[in-house]
Nanobody, 123 residues
Framework: QVQPVESGGGSVQAGGSLRLSCRVT??????MGWFRQAPGKEREGVAA????????YYGEPAKGRFTIARDNAKDTLYLQMRNLKPEDTAMYYC??????????????????WGQGTQVTVSS
């Protein structure tokens, strides 16, 4: 299995925007998602989707500000983040897997993880 590869993190001021990208190839990627983990905190689900259906699911911090999308032709998953806040600062991870339990925003549903990309939001 090929691991996802993220890109697009960086530093931005509060209120700014960033777009994260993740190339995901290979079979059995029934679900894909974005997670984040800040120092001293648990990994939390940001946004996810079933690959075949495309309907998105968002964690509470992401609702109304973040958008998950997938370009099938490029095998790439995106996370568009707007109106970023300092509390969004974290390592962001892309994940892919089977989501057999059906809870797409839980990290245990995913078998393949990227290395992460850092997002830092300053006030």
């Amino acid at each position: 299995q090929v691991q996802p590869v993220e890109s697009g993190g960086g530093s931005v001021q509060a209120g700014g925007s960033l777009r994260l990208s993740c190339r995901v190839t290979g079979p059995n990627n029934y679900c894909m998602g974005w997670f984040r983990q800040a120092p001293g905190k648990e990994r939390e689900g940001v946004a996810a989707m079933w690959t075949a259906i495309g309907s998105p699911y968002y964690g509470e911090p992401a609702k109304g500000r973040f958008t998950i999308a997938r370009d099938n032709a490029k095998d790439t998953l995106y996370l568009q983040m707007r109106n970023l806040k300092p509390e969004d600062t974290a390592m962001y991870y892309c994940a892919a897997g089977s989501c057999g339990g059906g809870y797409l925003l839980h990290p245990n549903e995913y078998e393949r993880w990227g290395q992460g990309t850092q997002v830092t939001v300053s006030s």
